[in-house]
């Protein structure tokens, strides 16, 4: 599986970001997806993810209520749509895939990230 992640960009505090995550293959809805972040000087940690089952999502504390992830399984994408954006939000994004919802960053694949920027 390959996986394009798109969508990030610089944002005001407060605003809004809709990252997408497209996926190669036919097998797109056998597959756990999840988003990850790493900022600067930190290490990579889980943001949301949806099993591939039932849809059903999962988010960190950190952005439980602000942040809502969705799959098109005809589209073969993800999305993370990102309100009530903080500065602390700024990171690298990456969608991963794996055969099963983990909140661990023991993925199969991964894609190339994209850079959020929360700043006035």
């Known amino acids: 599986v390959q996986l394009q992640a798109s969508g990030g960009g610089l944002v005001q505090p407060g605003g809004s970001l809709r990252l997408s995550c497209g996926a190669s293959g036919r097998t797109f809805s056998s597959y756990a997806m999840a988003w990850f972040r790493q900022a600067p000087g930190k290490e990579r940690e889980f943001v949301a993810g949806?099993?591939?089952?039932?849809?059903?999502?999962v988010y960190a504390d950190s952005v439980k209520g602000r942040f809502a992830m969705s799959r098109d399984n005809a589209k073969n994408t993800v999305y993370l749509q990102m309100n009530s954006l903080k500065p602390e939000d700024t990171a690298v994004y990456y969608c991963?895939?794996?055969?099963?919802?983990?909140?661990?960053?023991?993925?199969?694949?991964w894609g190339q990230g994209t850079l959020v920027t929360v700043s006035s």
């Open positions: 949806i099993r591939r089952s039932d849809g059903n999502t």
């Open positions: 991963a895939a794996n055969t099963y919802l983990t909140v661990s960053d023991d993925y199969d694949y």
